[in-house]
């Protein structure tokens, strides 16, 4: 873990084992179309669907909505990041 509790990617882990060690952290999930989702990452499958708690939309960097919890259809997802502290 890095200073501020959060898993650290190393050369020994391997993508699974890195988003199975975020599970119940703030993640950023990054969507083709441009728009970011942060919340909780409450559960995701083999195909990428997430499952998000306390979520909130960002578009262009700016607070769109706020969702109590999102699901996201894998095929849209961009990329997954652990949240920086705000």
């Given at each position: 873990?890095?200073?501020?509790?959060?898993?650290?990617?190393?050369?020994?882990?391997?993508?699974n084992?890195f988003?199975r060690?975020?599970?119940?952290?703030?993640v950023?999930?990054k969507?083709?179309?441009?728009?970011?989702?942060?919340?909780?990452?409450?559960?995701?499958?083999?195909?990428?669907n997430?499952?998000?708690?306390?979520?909130?939309?960002?578009?262009?960097g700016e607070?769109k909505?706020?969702?109590g919890?999102?699901?996201i259809?894998g095929?849209?997802v961009?990329y997954?990041?652990?949240a920086?502290?705000?």
């Amino acid at each position: 873990l890095t200073t501020t509790g959060l898993p650290k990617m190393s050369k020994k882990q391997n993508p699974n084992e890195f988003l199975r060690s975020i599970k119940g952290k703030p993640v950023v999930v990054k969507l083709n179309s441009g728009v970011d989702y942060r919340g909780i990452l409450a559960c995701l499958d083999g195909y990428m669907n997430i499952a998000l708690e306390e979520t909130e939309e960002y578009v262009n960097g700016e607070l769109k909505n706020k969702y109590g919890d999102a699901f996201i259809r894998g095929n849209n997802v961009l990329y997954i990041s652990v949240a920086k502290k705000r």
